[in-house]
């Protein structure tokens, strides 16, 4: 019986031992952990390139209906050579080379129509938003061809272009004369095919890792040719009579802007 017993305990003992002596087998709690975790992120190159700028401009529009309207009431030809002034915001968020461009110009009063009760003026704005194309870039020097839409507002005001006005109060008072202006309103669309060349003057330069920054400033000349649709203006009412003139012809600007341009290499990035 002291030997059966004996023996039980030392099995019992011997058991114990092993299982104390075993390793536990480890198990992952969680998301399992691979190579590719302990791989830092990879920052993907982009550009930035923003430019903002003046625009002066002239543009063709053949008026020669408008003209023979004005010309059956005694007044001398419009010009069509018309000229603007505006602001412009071209854009380049990509590696590609494409831009993104707006524009919107008012339209300045030239050649007045001079008749015998008064004078006439017109004036042709244009909003423009478009897309370009970098076909080559060389120094500093860029050739650009852009495809937008156009809106363009018309105007033409019809003056009395009184000579005789007062000079003095007491004249102003007993006849103060008259200055009665009338405008008439209309617009087209249309759609541009254009060329634009611009020379960047880089001012400066800061690189901080992988990020390029350069400020420039941006002289460019700008030219196309527009397909409009015909603007109108109402003659009389009874009858219905109207007087309608083209929109398209050509276009040429000058521009002067400021540039902001970011560039970031592809680099890896530390954890």
Same mark, same amino acid.
């Given at each position: 019986? @002291? ?9 019992? @003992? ?8 075993a390793?536990?087998?480890?198990? +992952? ?32 529009? +053949?008026?020669d ?10 007044f ?9 002034v ?33 004078? =006439? ?10 897309m ?8 500093? @020097?860029?050739? /650009?061809?852009?495809l ?9 005001? /019809? $003056? ?5 006005? +007062? ?11 008259? $200055? ?22 880089? /001012? ?11 400020? =420039? ?9 527009r /397909? ?6 109402l003659?009389e ?7 309608? @003139? ?11 802007? =400021? =540039? ?12």
């Amino acid at each position: 019986m @002291f030997l059966t017993t004996t023996r039980l305990l030392l099995l019992a @003992f011997s058991i114990l031992t092993y299982v104390a002596q075993a390793q536990p087998i480890p198990v +992952p709690l969680g998301r399992v952990a691979n190579d590719g975790d302990a791989r830092p992120p990879v920052r993907r190159p982009w550009t930035h390139d923003v430019t903002t700028y003046l625009r002066l401009g002239w543009q063709n529009m +053949p008026v020669d209906a408008l003209n023979t309207e004005l010309a059956q009431n005694g007044f001398s030809a419009l010009s069509n050579q018309l000229r603007t002034v505006g602001l412009g915001v071209q854009m380049k968020i990509s590696q590609l080379p494409l831009y993104l461009h707006t524009e919107v110009n008012t339209g300045l009063s030239t050649g007045a129509s001079r008749g015998p009760t008064g004078m =006439a003026r017109l004036s042709v704005g244009t909003l423009r938003l478009g897309m370009g194309y970098r076909i080559w870039r060389k120094d500093g @020097f860029q050739l /650009i061809p852009h495809l937008g839409v156009m809106l363009m507002p018309t105007k033409l005001r /019809i $003056s009395n272009g009184q000579l005789n006005a +007062p000079t003095t109060l007491s004249a102003a008072l007993k006849n103060p004369g008259a $200055s009665q202006t009338t405008q008439l309103n209309t617009s087209a669309g249309a759609i541009d095919l254009g060329l634009t060349a611009n020379y960047r003057f880089s /001012i400066q330069r800061i690189y901080d890792d992988c990020t390029t920054s350069e400020r =420039a400033l941006v002289l460019a000349l700008d030219g196309g040719y527009r /397909i409009g649709t015909r603007p109108e203006f109402l003659v009389e009412t009874d009858p219905i009579r109207r007087v309608v @003139f083209g929109s398209s012809g050509w276009y040429i600007g000058v521009r002067l802007g =400021a =540039a902001l341009r970011t560039d970031r290499a592809k680099s890896s990035a530390s954890l």
